[in-house]
């Protein structure tokens, strides 16, 4: 069996912006482990580059494909033609890091992120009209601090409150 490790600067650099688990440091801390555990010269290396078009029809749909295409040219056009009349925001804190049952490692600061994007969306598209509801979380200071960053948003306040001591 070939196995090729793909990396690559513009790979590295893929994200969803601060405070998205889907961050830059995901591949370097990938590959500080893969060297660290001795891997790196088991396997060929390989620079990454853009799939062809018949090369994403291998894993898509052509109409997937498609769509995927015309979202990203069309950007957020949907919300237009959508006529949302309201945003709603659920704000589970069981994303928290710290939370007993869901073990997943978002900060407040996530909350807040997310907050202020969906109330320019909510201004640009139905009138700045948003419902935020608490939601999910069973971790008390948690709670407090995601539903406080969420409010700390909403008010617009350049940084949330620090989260709780406790975590």
């Known amino acids: 069996m070939t196995i090729i ?3 690559d ?3 590295g ?3 969803f912006g601060p405070g998205h688990p889907f ?3 995901r591949l370097q801390a990938f590959l500080n482990a893969f060297r660290r555990q001795g891997l790196a010269h088991r396997v060929g290396r390989y620079p990454a580059r853009q ?3 018949e090369e994403l029809l291998r894993f898509h749909t052509p109409d997937y494909v498609a769509r995927v295409r015309t979202a990203e040219a069309e950007g957020l056009a949907f919300l237009c033609a959508a006529h949302p009349e309201f945003v709603l925001l659920q704000c589970g804190a069981d994303s928290l890091a ?3 049952i869901t073990h997943l490692a978002f900060s407040h600061r996530v909350h807040a992120r997310v907050t202020r994007d ?3 969306l909510a201004d640009d598209f139905c009138a700045g009209r948003l419902l935020a ?3 999910g979380g069973y971790h008390p200071d948690n709670i407090g601090a995601a539903w406080s960053a969420v409010v700390a948003a909403l008010l617009e306040e350049t940084d949330p409150p620090p989260e709780t001591s406790g975590l």
């Open 133 to 135: 509801m608490g939601g």
């Open 23 to 25: 961050g830059p440091y």
């Open 118 to 120: 969906l109330c320019r």
């Open 5 to 7: 490790v793909c990396s």
């Open 98 to 100: 710290g939370d007993p």
């Open 9 to 11: 600067l513009a790979l």
């Open 51 to 53: 799939a062809s078009h």
């Open 13 to 15: 650099n893929y994200h």
